[in-house]
């Protein structure tokens, strides 16, 4: 396969002659064959999802995790090669540390996710370095202004902020879907199974078995990190089968 | 609560959900210990492994800590006691630590402690605990002239939170004392 940037590809210190930096896009489509997740902002907290890739029938349940606790009241899920992301947390957490040691408060959302999008591109502007291969998505609860954020961190260093948001695979099919919710009523109980109901949309017969993720800030919870039990996961994945069943049959109907 | 400035600060805290620390000595060195103590509690929420820090390592912890520090020659100016479950340990500014069923620090250790060896009992109830607590307190408030009579009494019991009171006031009664009243007419004296 003949190489698309044709020399402009080698470094990301090198620009091609339309403005792009292979490298960079060459990390974030490593990201794409990655399992989905996805972040979702409700009325009362943030619910983040991601679709763990089993490649192994011997890989022990709870390996392998991609939604971490960063902070009191901050949320990571990582997209993309597991060791990139694992760095990316790990600075996520040095962050919030220092932050509260030198202001003493703890660093509202915005300026973590500025923070780990200057980390994450200062890794595009070195010969010596490669772009990270991960997305992270944070989600963080702002005590000041009463209201969760979420942020999403590309291997370009770019970082949005969401209503909603994707990465991985499934995330064409799930932006669509993501789309159609209305956000503004939608509950953290409901958006666990929806984001549940999303993942299984997304995936293919073809695709390997798969463990769903599943973490809240919620404002029960005081908008502290919590994974959702595995009772939780499985109810939400049976609503969500039942749900896509229904829609099948619906088409059957058509 | 003493004379000084301010009269009811929070020298006993809850470190994670059941574990008690108390302090005595430099105010700003024990809110520091505590900043460190809740970053170490943090890490254990973030690494969400089924491990959570306990007394014991907390003890063990602010040994190493405060043995440190006093070898660099600068020293966090603290004696701390460390209460969990099943644990009560004390670590002081020099490092040096002890185990015992009952702990006390400052003029307590010379007032306190007498009282605590005579009528400490392996069962003793929680109220009857809390009696033991208050006289021993209440002994301090009378000896000590800087002392004030508002306390704070925490409990943890088994794997329930950790709970501290609120300041309150201790009943006192200074009849009896008479003798040591000065004579107000003569030079102050008995």
Known sequence: ?254 | GSMEKYKAPRRIRTVGDNCLIGASGEYSDFQSVMDTLEGMVQDDVNYDDGEKSDAKSIHSYLRAVMYQRRSKMNPLWNDIIIAGKDFLGYVDKIGTTYEDSFIATGFGSYLAIPILRSKWRPDLTEGEARALLEDCLRVLFYRDCRALNRIQIAKVQGDDDAVVSDPYELETNWSGFEATKGDMDGDGGW
């Open chain 1, 1 to 254: 396969m003949a190489s698309a940037g044709a020399g402009y590809d080698l470094s990301p210190t090198t620009f091609s002659p339309d403005g792009r930096i292979f490298q960079v896009s060459y990390a974030q489509k490593s990201v794409s064959t990655s399992g989905t997740s996805l972040g979702i902002l409700c009325s009362d907290g943030v619910v983040l999802a991601c679709e763990k890739l089993k490649n192994s029938k011997m890989l022990l349940p709870s390996s392998g995790r991609r939604l971490h606790s960063v902070g009191a009241g901050y949320a990571c899920a990582v997209t993309g090669f597991a060791s990139d992301g694992r760095q990316i947390v790990n600075r996520a957490r040095e962050e919030v540390s220092s932050y509260k040691d030198t202001y003493g408060i703890l660093p509202p959302p915005s300026v973590l996710a500025d923070r780990l999008g200057h980390y994450v591109h200062y890794f595009t502007l070195h010969g010596a370095l490669r772009p990270f291969g991960a997305t992270a998505t944070v989600a963080s609860y702002d005590s000041d202004m009463k209201e969760c954020k979420l942020h999403q961190i590309d291997p370009s260093g770019t970082c949005h902020s969401y209503y909603a948001c994707a990465a991985g695979k499934g995330r064409q099919g799930a932006k669509t879907e993501l789309e159609k919710l209305d956000l503004t009523t939608l509950t953290v109980e409901q958006a666990i199974k929806e984001a549940a109901r999303i993942v299984l949309t997304t995936r293919d017969e073809k695709d390997k078995d798969m463990e769903l993720e599943i973490a809240t800030l919620a404002e029960g919870d005081k908008y502290q990190f919590k994974m959702c039990g595995k009772e939780v996961v499985s109810e939400a994945l049976k609503w969500a089968g039942e749900q896509l069943e229904e829609d099948m049959e619906e088409d059957d109907d058509e």
